[in-house]
C-alpha cells in the first residue's frame, strides 16, 4: 500500500485445510509462515518494489488458531489446533456443568466454547509431547517470532482477548484463568498495543525486509479499523470462511445477554477499545462444501450468478452448522441441515439458500446486538470475498431493513492492518481514517418488513431442526 493509501500489490496463497477426526481442524504452521513469505515477495512484485521500499509491516491473523513451537529451533511442535476445531466440547460442557459460565464470561467477555483458545492449549498440555515448555500464541505471536527471528515473542490486546486467558477489565493475562484451564502464563506472549513499535523484521528472515512492525490485530478487529468504524454504534460484517459482525462500543464495555461476545475491540496508547462481537462459524464455508464436497459449482466465482438464476430458493433452506452454531446459540453438538428439499429442487436452488443463510444468520446476530445494547443500527459496512456479490448484499439489506455499505476494497481486514502500521509508523493520523475508506456501493432495503420478519422466522424454524444432536453420553451427564 502506497502512502495515499491505495493498494500497490496484493500476494495470495491459499492454506490447507485438515481434518485428521471427525471435529478437529488442523494447519501446518511452516505452512502458514511459507505462505506469508511467499504472498509478501508477490505483493512486492506486483508492487514493482524492492525489500527496501517497506515502511511498516501490520499483520492480522485468524484469532483463536494455537501455535506451538520449539522457542530455540522456532519449529512448530505439533499442528496448528484452528479456531473451527471442536475437539474439546466435551471440556468446555464440563466446566459449563460445574458452574464456570458466568465466571468465564465476568472476566474474559467471551463464552465456554472450543472456538477460543484456552482449552485447545490445555488439551495441547495434556497430549502433545514438549508443549509445557513450548512458546504458545495465536497466529500473530508465531509470525513475529519467524520475522523476528526468534526475538520477541509478544501479541496484541485483540488477540490476547480472544483466548478466554485475558482479562478484558484490567488488560493483562488472567491469573485466575489461567487456574481454571490449567495452563501456565509462562507459556503465553508478552500484550501490546495494536499500533505502534511493536517489533521489527530480520532482513535474513524475511526476505531482505527489514522493517518495524507497527500494526498487530486480530482480523475481524483489524477489519473494523479497515472499514473505519471508530465510532460508538458502527458495525460491520466480514463475510469470509465464517461471518462476522462486530459493532464498536468505545471505551464502554457491554455485557451481552443475547449470546454476542464482548471483545477488545484494539490497544492504543495503552487505552483499550471495545467491541460486541456475533461469530458466525460457517458462511463462505458452505459454498466451498459445495464446491470441494458435492461438487455442485467448480469454483467460488459461480455462485453469485447460479444463486441470481433462480428467484428465491424454492423454500430450501441449508443451515451450515458443519462444525455446530456460533453466536447467537453457541451450541457445538448442532449439525447441518438441508430443509425444504421437493422433486424440483435444483443445484442453483442450494446454491442460493447457502448464500441466503449467510444473511439470515446475519441478522440473528445483528438483532441480538441491538438487543444488548439498545440501539438499532442504522447501517452495516460489508467486507470479505462474498461481499463482492451484489445478491448477497441486496438480501442483507432487504432482511436487516438498513443501508448496506461496500467500500471499494472489501479485503478490509488486511486494509485494517495496514492503516493501524500506516498510523503506528506516523505515516498517516486518526484524521485520515476517513479519508482512506471509500465507498463502492450502498445497497438500500427493497422488501417489506412483514415479509422479511416471515422469512426469517422460516430460517429460525430450519436452524431449531439442525439442533438436538448431542451425543448419548453427554446428555446422561446433565
Known amino acids: 500500500m502506497g502512502f495515499d493509501g491505495e493498494v500497490r500489490g496484493k500476494g495470495y496463497q491459499e492454506l490447507t485445510q485438515h ?36 515502511a511498516a509491516i501490520g499483520i492480522t491473523n485468524q484469532r483463536e488458531t494455537l501455535v506451538l513451537w520449539d522457542r530455540k529451533t522456532l519449529e512448530p511442535i505439533a499442528p496448528a489446533i484452528v479456531w473451527q476445531d471442536r475437539r474439546t466440547a466435551d471440556e468446555c460442557a464440563r466446566l459449563r456443568e460445574a458452574g464456570q459460565e458466568q465466571h468465564v464470561r465476568d472476566i474474559t467477555g467471551l463464552v465456554l ?147 454476542m461476545l464482548t471483545t477488545v475491540a484494539w490497544r492504543r496508547h495503552g487505552r483499550l477499545s471495545y467491541a460486541l462481537e456475533g461469530a458466525i462459524f460457517v458462511t463462505g464455508a458452505a459454498l466451498q462444501w459445495l464446491r470441494d464436497g458435492l461438487g455442485i459449482i467448480q469454483s467460488a466465482s459461480e455462485a453469485g450468478p447460479l444463486a441470481a438464476s433462480v428467484p428465491d430458493s424454492g423454500g430450501v433452506f441449508l443451515v451450515p452448522a458443519f462444525v455446530g452454531l456460533g453466536a447467537p446459540h453457541w451450541d457445538p453438538y448442532a449439525r447441518g441441515a438441508i430443509v425444504g428439499l421437493t422433486r424440483g429442487t435444483n443445484k442453483a436452488h442450494l446454491v442460493r439458500a447457502a448464500v441466503e443463510a449467510m444473511a439470515f444468520q446475519t441478522r440473528d446476530v445483528v438483532e441480538a446486538m441491538e438487543k444488548d445494547t439498545g440501539r438499532p443500527l442504522d447501517e452495516l459496512r460489508v467486507d470479505g470475498g462474498a461481499a463482492v456479490m451484489d445478491l448477497l448484499c441486496q438480501m442483507q439489506a432487504d432482511l436487516l431493513g438498513i443501508p448496506v455499505r461496500r467500500p471499494r476494497h472489501t479485503e478490509t481486514t488486511a486494509l485494517g492492518a495496514a492503516y493501524l502500521a500506516g498510523i503506528g509508523a506516523g505515516i498517516w493520523t486518526d484524521g485520515d481514517l476517513a479519508r482512506l475508506w471509500k465507498l463502492d456501493r450502498e445497497f438500500e432495503p427493497d422488501m417489506s418488513r412483514d415479509e422479511a420478519d416471515t422469512r426469517q422466522a422460516r430460517w429460525r424454524d430450519a436452524v431449531d431442526r439442525s439442533r438436538g444432536w448431542e451425543p448419548a453420553s453427554q446428555r446422561a451427564n446433565r
Not at 164 to 189: C, K, Q, T
Request: hydrophobic residues 45%; contains cysteine; aromatic residues 8%.
Open 19 to 54: 481434518y485428521p477426526r471427525p471435529g478437529w481442524v488442523e494447519h501446518d504452521a511452516n505452512e502458514i509462515w511459507a505462505a506469508v513469505q511467499a504472498s509478501a515477495q508477490r505483493a512486492l512484485d506486483a508492487a514493482a518494489a524492492r525489500p527496501g521500499d517497506v
Open 113 to 259: 466454547d472450543p472456538y477460543f483458545t484456552a482449552t485447545k492449549l490445555a488439551w495441547a498440555i495434556k497430549n502433545v509431547p514438549g508443549a509445557v515448555d513450548a512458546a504458545a500464541g495465536t497466529v500473530d505471536s508465531w509470525l513475529i517470532a519467524r520475522l523476528s527471528a526468534g526475538r520477541d515473542h509478544v501479541t496484541d490486546a485483540s488477540n490476547a482477548s480472544r483466548t478466554l486467558l485475558f482479562d478484558i477489565d484490567v488488560g493483562a493475562w488472567s491469573e485466575n484463568m489461567a487456574d481454571l484451564f490449567e495452563v501456565s502464563l509462562r507459556n503465553l506472549p508478552r500484550v501490546v498495543d495494536s499500533s505502534g513499535r511493536i517489533s521489527a523484521s530480520d532482513p535474513g528472515a524475511f526476505g531482505g525486509v527489514g522493517a518495524p512492525i507497527t500494526g498487530v490485530a486480530g482480523d475481524q478487529q483489524a477489519a473494523l479499523f479497515g472499514q473505519a468504524c471508530t465510532r460508538e454504534g458502527m458495525a460491520k460484517n466480514t463475510y469470509g470462511t465464517g461471518s462476522f459482525v462486530l459493532m464498536q462500543t468505545g471505551a464502554h464495555r457491554v455485557a451481552s445477554e443475547s449470546g
